[in-house]
DNA sequence: AGAAAGTTTAG
DNA sequence: TAAACTTTC
């Protein structure tokens, strides 16, 4: 498809330092190759690269387009300082999702962009313009049109660190630079450039200690953080009007309308944000973040995924803080600057890790977990999703990731390292599930954080730790009020067992009105059996990683290997139409098929294929896209290992006593009960689902609401094809 | 002092 | 879980 070998160069102009007024980094970015077994050091296995030292004159006098994507600010945002440095400005923003491949941004994140783009665009207002928005499938001949239609000579624009803006962005230079349009782009979400942190021998790092060690001590600082401009120039847009947008259809709305209560999307609120933090939580941030429940966190992650609030200012503002608390000797201070800074490089360390390995949302770093045989149930996955597991602090998590878009940091962990080692799902689902339901998704940031989670990092959990959720659940919600928030059928059960209810004698159950396995869930995979599965995977990981390699050195490309991935460097998944096509056409039961497959599809995309443009609203067509997402699809083309394994005994629980998920009508966050919760000061409303009648519709939602807009969504089937 | 046992912590 | 760190004998 569109990365392969031989994939372009491209080229990034940068905005760095004032004693370097402008590096070109020349990236050759070649095709990613896993790092082998053992655990890799400093192999340079990704890319090279080399900076090329070029003084440009500054550009002025014409009008430039700033074009704007996830740097929604106009403070300390240097395109839109070189738009207003050079002359009149253009403001745009195109709506290009289909661009995105199967990232389609999910309800709550399309929430904040919208309200985000409304309140950049009154800022640009008050400061003598406006953004025009278009709606497009292709950015870059957008690009033209308005280039076209406002004479503008330059494009100035922020850079983006994934895998797809990298090769959108290095063909838009290339098309725009042809059509004689100066182009220029510049570092607005990040501390230091991917390609300026490297380790003694210039090469990359692939750990993050080592990573935020250097960027700690960096010789130079990162840049300090630009006001936004007094006034603007506007470019003439009467002959560039703005597209009208729908980020939300009708359906989505009433989810929706609870969102705005908790959350204040745009710039200034961003930096409403910062301050209360910084002000507040930030001094106990160190002792504080590990409560699930507490609202100690800085609530910064939408915000800083939309580039509303810049990184270097937090970063400057957090130091300057830290200088001064250091004065004062409070250690505490200085330590939690510390803890919370390490999540600001954790945020870096992802972009940095999208940049050296481009492919590190879709497949395992390592490249033995390539072998790891992922049990593909979508029972299970559906269960996970719904909160339905029978463990009360998965469940909770759960309950109010899909209620809010929201969930604490730790509680991301706890859910997710469920998901890969105890149900043993593929992680990717995982992740689209994050991407599709989190207020803050970032595609980045989740690969780091689920290929953390899955060990499939050199500096990753150990594979073969299997977190106890009862255990969690006691380290992070002592008193059970998390889980009875969020899990009202659990709320009279004491705190002894409120974490492990299947543990609970029978009249304290009944005591508590539980029924397990009718109103609460039993264990869905108890733990002991998990460890063993898990066990007993990993060494067919081994021997199918051995038996590939023996393949490669024997040079024999029969029987097991799949040489094309092992050997070779990866191309992304080829053929995705195609493989999702073949997908729909095939019927297999819907339980328990378990294949060894690394690199699944997710199966709301193949439900959604299937369906086409459809319209579901009934319940039998609810059910009808159940059956279809059944199988999810194997990529034959690219991996012959297919295998079944068969299940070791594990207590499944087969009746879960909720009513299925796809039956209920859904009740909407509009009859919840809203609850509210301090934060810094202030109350931030936070609803949960009332006790008497609470049911999960998350599932028909995820794939009917969610992806509502399908007709939409469905075009990235046409994405083009430049391999 | 030094081993053993307990506690904390990890994205 | 497991390694690092702290406390106890």
Known sequence: MWLQIGYPPFVIETHTSPSFPFLAALVFLKSSENPSHPIPRKQGYNQELCLEKRVFEDMSGGCSIVWFRRDLRVEDNPALAAGVRAG???AVYIWAPEEEGHYYPGRVSRWWLKQ?????????????????????????SCLLEVIKSTGATQLFFSHLYDPLSLVRDHRMKEV?????????????????????????????????????????????????????????????????????IIFEDESEKGSNALLARAWSPGWKNGNKALSAFMNGPLLEYSKNRRKADSATTSFLSPHLHFGEVSVRKVFHLLRMKQVLWANEGNTAGVE????????????????????????????PLLRHLKFFPWIVDEGYFKAWRQGRTGYPLVDAGMRELWATGWLHDRIRVVVSSFFVKVLQLPWRWGMKYFWDTLLDADLESDAL?????????????????????????YKFDPNGEYVRRWLPELSRLPNEWIHHPWDAPEYVLQAAGIELGSNYPLPIVKLDAAKARL????????QHEAASRAILENGTEEGLGDSSEAAAPIAFPQNMEI????NTLRATPTTTTIRHYEDQMVPSMTSLLSRGDEEVSSSDAGIQAEDSRAEVPINQGVVDIEMVRTEPRIDVITTMGFPDGDHLQAESSSTSRTGSRERDGGVV??????????????????????HAQSHQLITWRRLPQTG
């Open 116 to 140: 985000s783009l409304s309140l950049l665009d009154s800022s640009l207002r008050n400061l003598g313009t406006s953004l025009v928005t278009k709606r497009s499938t292709d950015s870059v």
């Open 685 to 706: 409303p936070v609803w949960s689902p009332s006790t008497s009648s609470f049911t999960v519709d998350e599932d028909s939602s995820y794939l009917q609401m969610q």
């Open 336 to 363: 939690s600057v510390n803890v919370f800074l390490k999540s600001i490089g954790l945020r870096e360390y992802s972009r940095y890790m999208s940049f050296n390995h481009p492919y590190s949302h879709e497949r």
């Open 579 to 582: 493989e999702m096509d073949e």
């Open 535 to 542: 066990q007993e995977a990993l060494t067919q990981m081994w």
């Open 176 to 244: 725009l630079t042809d059509n004689g349009i100066a182009v220029r782009s510049f570092n607005a979400d990040l501390l230091y450039e991917p390609w300026e942190v490297l380790d003694d021998e210039g090469l990359p790092f692939d750990t993050f200690t080592e990573f935020w060690d250097r960027c700690l001590t960096m010789p130079y600082d990162p840049e300090s953080p630009q006001l936004p401009p007094k006034k603007i120039i506007s470019g003439d847009l009467s002959k560039c009007p703005s597209d009208t």
């Open 449 to 473: 954080g689920w290929q953390y989670i899955s060990g499939t990092l050199p500096d990753g959990r150990e594979f073969d730790r299997i977190d106890n959720p009862q255990f969690e659940g």
């Open 88 to 90: 009149q400005v253009i």
